[in-house]
Each structure stands twice: as C-alpha cells, then as structure tokens.
C-alpha cells in the first residue's frame, strides 16, 4: 500500500513539475507574444508618423488657406494630442467642422483658363464658394463617442454681417472662420476646435484609396444635367462602389426628401466606411491616402492631430460612433422667397445638452422622455404583409406607447432589426429594445423623418414574432 501510495505520489508529482513547466513556457510565450504584438504596435505608428511627417514637410502644406489672426482665434488653438510617445493619443475632447466643397467656375473669382472655352461647368479644386456639406463632429475620449451631426446646407440662420440665410453661404462670405462662427451661434454656443474642408474631387479619390466601399443602393438612382456634365445612373441594391460611383450616389437629391434625402445616404455611407474600413491596417496607409488627397484638402489639423483622431477612431466601439441630423422642419410653400431647413431652438438645444455636453437653462431636458409622447415609426424590410406587424404594434401599446404608426417599408433587407434613435435620444431607443427584446439600437438620422424612434424591421422580427404573441396572451 505505501510503495503504491508512494508510485502514485511520484507519478502526480511528475505531472505536476511538466504543468508546472508548461505553465511557466505558456507563460513565458504569452509575455514574449505581448511583447512582439506591443513592439509591433509602436512600430507601426512610429513608422506611420514618420511617413506622415515626410509627407507634410514634402509636400503641399494640409492648411492652404491664409487665415488672419482674427480668423485663427476662432478656433481652439489648444493640444489635442500628446506629446512624445503619446503623439496618437487624443488628450481631450475635440469639435472638428467639416465642410464639402463642390465649386463650379462661376462660383470663383478667377477660374482656371482651361475651363473658359468649355460649354459645360466642371468641377474646381477650390474651397470658395457654397459649402455643399456640413458636419460637426466631436472625438470624446471622456465618454469613448464619436458624434456627428449634420446640418443641411440649406438651414435658415443668421450670418454674421449678411443676416438670415442658408448655412452654405457663410464659407462663400467669410470662409472656415465665419462659417465656424455661423454654426457655433446656430449650436448654442458649441465651441470649435478644428476644421477641414475637403474638395468633391478629393472624395472619389479617398474612396478609391480605400478600396471602395459596399453598401445599400436604396432605390434606382439616374439623373442627368449636361450642363455640369453630372450623370448618376445607379441600380438599386447592396453593392460595392468605386469613388465616382459613391459620390453619384452622395450628391443624387432629386427625390421627394432633397437634401435632407442626400444626408440619410451620407451617414449610409458613413457607417459602412467606418466599418469596413476604420482599423489599424487603414492607419498603417494614412500616409499614402493623405498623399493622393492632400491636394483637394484645406485644414488646421496638424499632421500629428490628424493621426490622434485616425488613432481614437480605430479604438472607439462601433455601438458608440453616433450620427445626428439638426432638428427642424421644411419651409412650407410659399413661407419665405426660398426653401429652407428651419431649424427647431428646443430641440437643438436638447440635442446639444445630451450629446454635446453644453448647459441649458431648460429643466425638462433633464428628464426623461415619456413614451406616450414618443413618435414611433415602424418600416418593415421583410416584404411581409402588414397584418404582421399588428403583434409588435400591441406589444408597444402594451408598454405605454401611444403614437404608432406604420410608414414607408426600409429598402434593405435586413437580418437584425434597427431601433434608430431618429432624434438622437439613445435611451428611449435602448428601452424600446428592452421592451421588444431583439434588434439593435443605432443612434442616427436614416430612420423616417417624422419620427423620434424608428424601428426597421428585420429578418430577427419573423423568430420572435410567436414569443411576442404568447406573452400578450398572459
């Protein structure tokens, strides 16, 4: 029994000692696995900011515009990013405005020659004239968000030194610094740290650059103006698209919705950019992006500043990268000489307070939204019938919601349903989700435009529908 117990003994305490061993070599391999990943990482950057910095010392500055040192005061000249080995880390929140150009000849005081003879108006590589897009976007490294809104070009607002008029016009009057200006007064106040104007004949070539993107053609899309030599012919339907072939699709505006149509297939492209191309790998390539575009880009970013953001962009959770449009409504017919977007002061500054983190003297904006007052859009995206949607209708009625109604069916198939949070309100998209129990929240600007909450009813809809239905029998 005890030379037994003793072999026993001996033979546990062998395979103890090749754990033991194991563990330390796994152990040792991990610590060396870690090491090569982390002195990888920092190769990569460090490379990466070298190349960056070649390229900016080269090359054509990133900043083309001559700025007076009023119009330099305009924007927050504090670091955004660290110093030393902490050069891609973004150390505070930032405002970045972004503007779109799109400039015909007329639009500029002196053309290139070679486009006087022409009997058409192509496109120029210039950032005067009418600001054909607009986004404010904040990097908030406190709440780990990217947010951005969109303000439709045509939004009513005071310019300062040229009174009431669209928002496009003030990079036409005063350039970057104005029109920061402009969007600061419109935003209650939001201050602005940077901004970056890109040429339309820079976007084509980012997005070749990056490989292109795939996404939901929502509809048939052809339009025709000789007069700019502007031709969109696309088909409905997921594909991937070329940089011509994306930017026929962000600057199609002829339907029923016009602009504000064009800034919902904006943050479609947005999102499928940021998915499918925001990762190290596309870090690793700034430098050779930067330099096919640097010459349709007009910006106060450093080139340290630019890498921060790339880098803040490449760790932020997808859940938490947010899109929003200005609130407000269209000029009806006949209410002013001009169409408008008239933007709506209470809800800007609810939507400031919640995602912008400016202070209102408004107390209600504190609580929370009742769901009776709650707008709900259902589009279905299955091609079912309607009837059945009754069941989800009653499970939301059920829960309180009072303003249901179904609207224009989502052109994409989906396989999860979309709880979009229309107006930018997260939470009550998030207790619409827990009330359902399946689809995913997504704060952002694509769902039906007279909503608060739109749910895009997907494929998940059809597997939950019978447990839906049992527990409104009980």
Same mark, same amino acid.
């Given at each position: +029994?005890?030379?037994?117990?003793?072999s026993?003994? /001996?033979?546990?305490?062998?395979?103890a000692?090749?754990?033991?061993k194991?563990?330390?070599?796994?152990?040792?391999?991990?610590?060396?696995?870690?090491?090569?990943?982390?002195?990888? =990482?920092?190769?990569?950057?460090?490379?990466?900011?070298?190349?960056? *910095?070649?390229?900016?010392l080269?090359?054509?500055?990133?900043?083309?515009a001559?700025?007076?040192?009023?119009?330099?005061?305009?924007f927050?000249?504090?670091? &955004?990013? =660290?110093?030393?080995?902490r050069f891609?880390?973004?150390?505070?929140?930032?405002?970045?405005?972004?503007?779109?150009m799109?400039?015909?000849?007329?639009?500029?005081?002196?053309?290139p020659?070679e486009t006087?003879?022409?009997?058409?108006?192509?496109?120029?590589?210039?950032?005067?004239?009418?600001?054909?897009v607009?986004?404010?976007?904040? $990097?908030?490294p406190?709440? @780990?968000?990217?947010?951005?809104?969109?303000?439709?070009?045509?939004?009513?607002? /005071? &310019?300062?030194?040229y009174? +009431?008029?669209?928002?496009?016009?003030?990079?036409l /009057?005063?350039?970057?610094?104005?029109?920061? %200006?402009?969007?600061?007064? *419109?935003?209650?106040?939001?201050?602005?740290d940077?901004?970056?104007r890109?040429n339309? !004949?820079?976007?084509a070539k980012?997005?070749?650059?990056?490989?292109?993107?795939?996404?939901?053609?929502p509809?048939?899309? @052809?339009?025709?103006?000789?007069s700019?030599h502007?031709?969109?012919?696309?088909?409905a339907?997921?594909?991937?698209?070329? =940089?011509?072939?994306?930017?026929?699709?962000?600057?199609?505006?002829?339907?029923?919705?016009?602009d504000i149509?064009?800034?919902?297939r904006q943050?479609?492209?947005?999102?499928?950019? +940021?998915?499918?191309?925001?990762?190290?790998?596309?870090?690793?390539?700034?430098?050779?992006? !930067?330099?096919?575009?640097?010459?349709?880009?007009?910006?106060?970013?450093t080139?340290?500043?630019?890498?921060?953001?790339?880098?803040?962009?490449?760790?932020?959770?997808?859940?938490?990268?947010?899109?929003?449009?200005l609130?407000?409504?269209?000029?009806?017919?006949?209410e $002013?000489?001009?169409?408008?977007?008239?933007?709506?002061?209470?809800?800007?500054?609810?939507?400031?307070?919640?995602?912008?983190g400016?202070?209102?003297?408004q107390?209600?904006?504190?609580t929370?939204?009742?769901? %009776?007052s709650?707008?709900?859009a259902?589009?279905?995206?299955?091609?079912?019938?309607?009837?059945?949607?009754?069941?989800?209708?009653?499970? *939301? /009625?059920?829960?309180?919601?009072r303003?249901?109604?179904?609207?224009?069916?989502?052109g994409?198939?989906?396989?999860?349903?979309?709880?979009?949070a229309q107006?930018?309100?997260?939470?009550?998209?998030?207790? &619409?989700?827990n009330?359902?129990?399946?689809?995913?929240?997504?704060?952002e600007s694509?769902?039906? *435009?007279?909503?608060?909450?739109?749910i895009q009813?997907?494929?998940?809809?059809?597997?939950q529908?019978?447990?839906?239905?049992e527990?409104?029998?009980?």
């Open positions: +029994m005890t030379i037994q117990r003793s026993a003994e /001996e033979n546990q305490s062998g395979k000692s090749k754990s033991i194991k563990i330390s070599q796994n152990s040792k391999s991990g610590r060396w696995l870690w090491f090569w990943v982390g002195m990888s =990482g920092i190769a990569m950057v460090s490379a990466t900011a070298g190349a960056l *910095l070649a390229v900016s080269t090359s054509t500055p990133l900043q083309q001559q700025l007076s040192p009023k119009d330099e005061a305009v927050d000249s504090d670091r &955004i990013s =660290g110093g030393g080995l891609s880390e973004l150390t505070r929140p930032v405002n970045l405005l972004v503007m779109g799109s400039v015909l000849p007329p639009d500029i005081q002196n053309p020659e006087k003879n022409l009997k058409y108006l192509p496109q120029v590589n210039s950032f005067d004239g009418l600001s054909d607009m986004l404010l976007v904040k $990097f908030d406190e709440t @780990k968000k990217i947010i951005m809104l969109s303000i439709p070009r045509d939004t009513r607002t /005071e &310019i300062e030194g009174g +009431m008029k669209k928002i496009n016009s003030a990079n /009057e005063g350039g970057p610094a104005l029109t920061a %200006r402009t969007v600061s007064n *419109l935003l209650g106040g939001a201050g602005i940077r901004y970056v890109i339309v !004949l820079g976007v980012l997005i070749d650059a990056l490989g292109g993107v795939t996404v939901y053609v509809k048939d899309m @052809k339009y025709q103006d000789d700019q502007l031709y969109i012919n696309l088909k339907g997921k594909q991937h698209l070329n =940089g011509e072939q994306t930017l026929q699709l962000l600057r199609f505006r002829h339907d029923e919705l016009g149509g064009r800034i919902q943050q479609m492209v947005m999102r499928a950019l +940021m998915d499918q191309t925001l990762n190290p790998a596309t870090v690793a390539q700034l430098p050779k992006v !930067l330099d096919v575009v640097k010459d349709h880009i007009d910006t106060n970013l080139v340290e500043e630019l890498v921060a953001l790339m880098g803040f962009g490449v760790r932020t959770n997808r859940s938490n990268m947010q899109m929003l449009m609130p407000g409504r269209f000029s009806e017919k006949g $002013f000489d001009a169409s408008y977007w008239l933007p709506s002061k209470n809800a800007i500054a609810k939507l400031m307070t919640q995602h912008f400016l202070e209102s003297e107390e209600q904006l504190a929370a939204t009742d769901p %009776r709650l707008r709900v259902i589009q279905d995206s299955t091609g079912g019938d309607r009837s059945n949607l009754q069941p989800l209708i009653r499970a *939301l /009625e059920k829960s309180g919601y303003n249901i109604y179904v609207a224009k069916a989502w994409e198939p989906l396989d999860v349903t979309h709880i979009v107006q930018g309100d997260g939470d009550s998209a998030e207790s &619409i989700r009330t359902l129990g399946f689809g995913e929240v997504r704060v694509t769902g039906n *435009l007279g909503s608060d909450i739109s009813v997907g494929q998940d809809w059809l597997q529908k019978s447990i839906l239905e527990s409104l029998t009980k």
